[in-house]
């Protein structure tokens, strides 16, 4: 039985191509999208959202749009890495695909009640719309089957010394979600970093031959650009694809599980997932935490991914749920 998720994203190269696997892949029926801001406004996030929907053919999705600020504290964007548009590299066309009337927490709500079984959430941005919809909605928690999430480190940040974007950009967020009680699995950048999208992972995208292909390649083109200029990589992580990754294929990662921490007040440290991997604390595991990933098998999952939504239409439009 495929496993039913919904995307909290904040669109940004890497959710992108999270998208384009939950879409493709038959272990996965993706139930909607929510966004949020992070690599860009959420204003942004939401059009790239739409964008991406649009050129993987995926229709049928619900978008939703969330929240625009962190729970405390001003934002954080990510235009060095992602662009102005968050998005930036390809040449997008008009979105075909609508955002939904209501706001990502009431979608959320509104889901998790209608649907038969626990629903699988999968943030890959701050964890604003999460929190917000745990906070405002506890007699739904029982309706989460699990959060896999990308963010955090069990080593360095990115945005700081100490802090990865996600977690820093609403550290407030992340601290609830780390202290409900749910079943929790943590992506950093600890393995995803490992994840880089090599020229030879380019040339077998583009080597699809269709436009989607071309798209994806001048995502990942961008992406690599601003990874060697910003912090000197030889190629990009791509990050959040590994969440759908692990629920479509739970051998591809492995896992501890964990005491996660998140620090709030620390003058340098602040948003940093303080990771206590030899159980030092006697701190209670909260969460189970990548420390390995089979990085061929995972850009197997991306190319078939990209392959499959990139074939022509069946007559009658594209891929519908
Ligand atoms: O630190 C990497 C994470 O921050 C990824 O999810 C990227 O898209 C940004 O949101
Ligand atoms: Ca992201």
């Not at 998720?5 to 999208?33: T, Y």
Request: aromatic share 4%; net charge negative; charged share 20%.
């Amino acid at each position: 039985m495929p496993v039913p998720v919904i995307l909290d994203c904040d669109p940004g190269h890497d959710d992108a191509f999270n998208i384009m696997l939950a879409a493709a892949h038959p272990r996965i029926e993706l139930l909607g999208i929510t966004t949020v801001a992070g690599n860009q406004t959420v204003e942004k996030t939401t059009l790239n959202a739409r964008r991406v929907c649009t050129a993987a053919g995926v229709r049928g999705v619900p978008i939703a749009a969330g929240m625009a600020e962190p729970l405390r504290g001003p934002g954080i964007v990510a235009p060095d890495i992602h662009g102005e548009s968050g998005l930036d590299g390809p040449e997008f066309g008009e979105p075909d695909v609508p955002v939904d009337g209501r706001d990502a927490v009431t979608f959320l709500r509104d889901t998790l009640r209608a649907h038969p079984e626990p629903v699988t959430l999968v943030p890959t941005g701050p964890l604003t719309n999460i929190a917000a919809f745990l906070l405002a909605h506890p007699e739904l928690a029982d309706r989460i089957e699990r959060i896999v999430l990308m963010g955090g480190s069990t080593e360095r940040g990115n945005r700081t010394p100490a802090a990865e974007f996600n977690i820093l950009a609403d550290p407030e967020a992340a601290d609830v979600v780390f202290r409900s009680g749910l079943h929790l699995t943590m992506i950093g950048l600890n393995v995803s970093h490992r994840a880089l999208a090599t020229p030879d992972v380019v040339a077998r995208v583009k080597a699809l031959g269709t436009p989607l292909a071309e798209m994806s390649a001048a995502l990942l083109t961008y992406f690599g650009d601003t990874y060697r200029e910003v912090f000197g990589f030889p190629a990009p992580p791509l990050h959040d694809p590994l969440t759908v990754a692990h629920i479509a294929a739970p051998d591809l990662l492995t896992l501890v599980h964990v005491p996660v921490a998140v620090e709030l007040t620390g003058t340098h440290t602040r948003g940093a997932t303080v990771v206590d991997l030899d159980g030092v604390t006697g701190a209670a595991p909260n969460a189970h935490v990548a420390v390995d990933v089979d990085v061929p098998a995972y850009w197997d999952l991306i190319v078939d991914a990209v392959r499959t939504l990139g074939r022509p239409a069946p007559t009658g439009g594209g891929l519908s749920r």
